[in-house]
């Protein structure tokens, strides 16, 4: 591939260009099947037509190339090294300071003598033409943790890059680039040429200036089948084991079934288990549990396991005004199969949301019920012991909806696995299907009988006794990255510390395995927790989503807090003013001003990862809504001449999806390093 000249934003300086001070000569790579990589590159006068807000120190993030890297001290840290003190402990103190900055410049000569720098096998990148979402993850295995080489993309002197950030940025479409990005013509190459800035933005105004920072785009496609598309938080994060992690819990598995007879107890949830299901815990197990007086805790078990019993249960809930609250409950003994309780309960607050689809309560089934929530914490006050063992399917949710702490539980969602794997959980209606060859839930909008959710878990639980511990556990095994990459050490055979910012609960989701976690709300958030963490983690994950919620893409998740709705109904009111929602422009204006802080504020030797991972997800959505409206529909009995005509599902529309899917699956990825 053809290269720019010296003063463009996409060559390396030549040797001549370098500081006297610098050891290194230009190491660009040139053959006939590589392609190079800048990191940066964009003249500062130009960002300032633009009328780009730049940080203080912005030349650090454009004006520096890759290989003019190196950190000279300053005046004050000279003083300070070399400042005589009177006592031992600052004399001591001064030291430790000395020491520090001689490891710092020692870093520093070693990435000026031994840059890194990524640079695209061409060739590898026309047989794939396009990188999957595991390329991605495959390659972040590489920098950071234990992977092999990546076939498309060649890592030199990766010894060199000290820390990863990756970031998914949904929104990010070739559309946002003037021109948009396409395919160069009559060429097989897939990666996407992205354009400079141009020096007269009235003409043709950049709407992410940032990204021009990056001399290519490589064309990604995000997982899924013909017509439906997968997560790719998921495809990122979890990946295939290694052959030696595989072999080591298969040997784990044969042994430890191998020791246990597959007891009762052995199917209990750990307090670990219970702390990342989001369990609510009695105040013996955890100091952090902060219940208050409506919440009943059952005392600790003290070993005696004399006439204790496994009593199956299921819930359901409405939405009121005070937030979710128990409307129907059902308790079932599994060694006699008895009904021992099954109670309509009247919600304290009224109801805005009877989630008739789920619960199947309605009006009508609540007229003249007069069970209150009091009413049922005196029946289980009475029925739930210390030793007694509370099975359900997503239990958590139940114990929540009972404010029932509890710590003996054994849940199917957990002793079963997802295809797919963790932290994926399996429906209990797939579970029944699969494993037990049932049908339930089959009452469609009329929602579900929990009598007939809590047997379900009783007869999955006899299947688990009977055909041992591995039943229900899928063979292909996987593992979350960050979990592989706390296996992998430093340079200085330090633990890898990783960590992730994300919108909702990354403690208790894909970021369960991380180091750290941040929870974020927005997008401010986001670049706060990168910057907090950057200086202490060799691997942070971040995800902003404020350009694509904006756009009607997606909807951010807040975090769920108990007493509170899951979904909260938007009213309107005259006392609320209506907040009127930000521009396109103004989205990709503060998106562009975030990118830019986040990466001057990346230290040096580090690697960036900025990808999309999907395009424009509404008419997909609305489509598969369509399909599974209809095929619904069939499987509850109804006829083509009971549906309207305008409800049918065609083949046609069909093959219309699955066009719509691989669009949709198109998404940009950005390489860097500073």
Known sequence: MSKRSVNARSSPPSPDQLPKRQKTTANGTSSSDISLIPTHGVDTDTLSLLGTQLPANHSSMFGQSLHDTRIEPSRSESFIGSVQVGSEQSEGWSRFEKRKKKKAKKEDRKFANQPPSFAFNVQELVKLCMISISDVRELALHI?????????????????IKRLVVMLVPGITPEVFTPPLRPQPNTSNPLLHIPALSTNPVLHPPKIPFLSTFLHAVPTKAPGDAQKMHSVLQGFFMGPVTGEEKKRRILDRIQGEKESSLSVESLLLTREQLIENEYPL????????????????????????????????????????AGRELTHICIVDYKTGDKLYDQLVLPSAPIVDYLTRFSGITAASLKGITTTFADVHKFLSTLVKPSTILLGHSLESDLRAMRLAHGRCIDTSIIYHHPRGRPLKPGLKWLMKKWAGKDIQTRGEGGHDPEEDARACIDLLKLKFKNGLGFGHFMVDVENILERMGRSNTANGKQVRTGVVDYGTPATWLGSKATSTVACANDDDVVKGIQDMIGSHQFVFGRMLELSEGMGWTTKKAAPTTGSPATTPITESAESPTVESPSQDDLYRSLNDRLSIIYNSLPTATAFILFSGHGDPRKMAAMSTKKNAFENAIREGKTLATIPQAEWWTSQEGRDLEDEVEKVKKGLLFLGIK
């Open 282 to 321: 009695p105040t013996w197990m955890s100091e952090a549990s902060q219940l208050d007086d409506s919440w009943l805790q059952t005392p600790k078990h003290d070993g005696n396991m004399s006439g204790f019993q496994i009593l199956a249960l299921d819930c359901e809930m409405c939405i009121t005004t």
């Open 144 to 160: 950071t943790g234990d992977a092999g080489p990546v076939s498309w993309l060649r890592v030199t002197n990766r010894a060199s």
